[in-house]
Structure formats: structure tokens, C-alpha cells
């Protein structure tokens, strides 16, 4: 009886560990620019796309964009090959939303073979759909000039 108990409180505690790390907007967030990063670093901008919810924006200085996939298959045909982001923070909005803000950097070699690179600022709207947490809407600042 008490190995059987035992059993039960076991499982129970880790039932209960399992639904907080799920529960952790951070974290989940973190997978999911973990996700974008591997797949920008693939060239594969339909994996981008897949980790947007139906109706996804991403917005940047050249304005709002629906078209993910085609959007990022310019940046590759430019020359960047590679991503690394940072999740700075993440909030819980409700039980089935999240925001967060985070750093992003990208290189990679234009057509002559000179360095490119860029970074800047994100911050993004999560929404859940199909049970799994998705960029909504995606918004991405270049860094600002240093000051002189």
C-alpha cells in the first residue's frame, strides 16, 4: 500500500514539474526562437513560416509583412546565413497568450564575398493554436547608431 502511495506521489510531482516547465512562457519562447534560429541557419524559410499562427505578421522598417517564407528566402538570396537571438524576457497574457522582447543578430556574405551583419531589437506576440504556442506578430528594430 505505501509503495503504491509512493508511486502515486511520484508521478504526481512530476505531472505537476512537467505542466510548469510547459507553463513557462520563458521557456517556451526560448524554444520557439531556439526553432527560428536552426531554421534560419538552414536556409529554410518555410520552417520560419511554420512557426508563425495562421494570419502571422512579421513588421520591420520596410513595413508589415504576411509572406514569412518568401520573406526570409530574400534575406538568404542576399547573403545572411546566420542567426543567433536572444529571449531577454517573457509575460504571460491570460492562459493562451505571451509576450516577449529579445536581442537578434544576423551575418552572412553578400555576392562579392564582404561581410554582412545586422542586429537590433524583437519583441513578438505569442497566440496558442493546434495546442502549441506561435508568433502572431512579430516586430523586428535594427539597432540604432552608436553616439558620437
Known sequence: MLRILLSCFFVTVLSLSAMAIDGDPERQ?????????AS?????GAGIAALFATGGIHVNPAGPRS????????AFKAGFDHE???????????????????????????????????????TATYVTEGGKLKIRLLSAMPK?????
Open 40 to 44: 534560419f541557419n538552414k536556409q529554410d
Open 144 to 148: 540604432p547608431p552608436a553616439p558620437k
Open 84 to 122: 543567433e537571438i536572444t529571449v531577454d524576457q517573457a509575460w504571460p497574457l491570460e492562459t493562451d497568450m505571451a509576450l516577449a522582447i529579445g536581442g537578434y543578430r544576423l551575418t552572412g556574405k553578400n555576392q562579392s564575398g564582404a561581410p554582412l551583419e545586422t542586429g537590433g531589437i524583437w
Open 29 to 37: 519562447v526560448e524554444g520557439i526562437a531556439s526553432e527560428y534560429a
Open 67 to 74: 509572406d514569412i517564407a518568401e520573406f526570409y528566402q530574400g
